[in-house]
């Protein structure tokens, strides 16, 4: 089956620096990757859908200035928290589409998971 | 999409079988039924889904009523490693591209399977 690979699984760092974490499809072209947010206890939020090759699409309230997203293959995608701040502490998870399968698996296969804190 | 209520939580032995339910009343004819589990700390994985038949794969099974509007998430012999929270979702499941943004895994069914 269709392998999500998401890198790291946790990183610390401190306020004001950058972190970039890295979803991976491993064997499998994915057009689209989704990345969501969930904190303690919450249901994931989608942060941002990106198609390789253009811009990244927003969902509302989220800063895309701050939550920089790059999809520039087909079997990767990036997200770079910019300036980190405590508040951004969370666990960031990616999600990778198959176009051959996304009639049927519309929100792709699902990475591991990023667990970030931010001190 | 058709919204779906599930309890909050339950309970299994281990080695046991595990019966979820979800309720989907407002069901369309051309929504899918999709069942997903979140182990603490991981990404969310897919499990199965259905469509009117009663479905199985390696890892469950899934009962949907004749008239479409509940389902069940049947794990047959539950593990420590199947605590998690399900989360049964309905979707219309289509070529086109709009939509899949508004995904929401609601809050789900945390399941403790217990030795």
């Known amino acids: 089956g269709a392998v999500v690979s998401q890198h790291p699984s946790w990183v610390i760092c401190k306020s004001g620096t950058s972190v970039k974490i890295e979803c991976r499809s491993l064997?499998?072209?994915?057009?689209?990757m989704f990345w969501y947010r969930q904190f303690p206890k919450q249901s994931l939020m989608l942060m941002a859908t990106?198609?390789?090759?253009?811009?990244?699409?927003?969902e509302q309230g989220v800063e895309k200035d701050k939550f920089l997203i790059n999809h520039a293959s087909l079997t990767l995608s990036t997200l770079t928290v910019t300036s980190a701040h405590p508040e951004d502490s969370s666990f960031y998870i990616c999600?990778?589409?198959?176009?051959?399968?996304?009639?049927?698996?519309?929100?792709?296969?699902f990475g591991s998971g990023t667990r970030l804190t931010v001190v | 999409d058709a919204k779906t209520t599930q309890p909050p939580s339950m309970d299994c032995a281990e080695g046991r079988a595990a019966n979820l339910p979800c309720n989907h009343s407002?069901?369309?004819?051309?929504?899918?039924v999709y069942w997903y589990r979140q182990i603490h700390s991981q990404g969310p994985q897919y499990i199965i889904h259905g469509l009117k038949n009663n479905e199985t794969n390696e890892m469950a099974s899934l009962i949907i009523t004749e008239d479409r509007k509940s389902s069940t998430l049947i794990l047959p012999h539950a593990t420590l490693r199947d605590t998690a929270v399900y989360y049964c979702?309905?979707?219309?499941?289509?070529?086109?591209?709009?939509?899949?943004?508004?995904?929401?895994f609601g809050k789900g069914t945390m399941l403790l399977v217990s030795p």
């Open positions: 999600s990778a589409r198959d176009p051959t399968e996304r009639v049927l698996l519309p929100w792709g296969t």
């Open positions: 064997d499998f072209q994915a057009t689209t």
């Open positions: 407002t069901i369309s004819g051309n929504e899918y």
């Open positions: 990106s198609n390789e090759g253009s811009k990244a699409t927003y």
């Open positions: 979702i309905v979707r219309v499941a289509s070529w086109a591209n709009s939509g899949y943004s508004t995904l929401t």
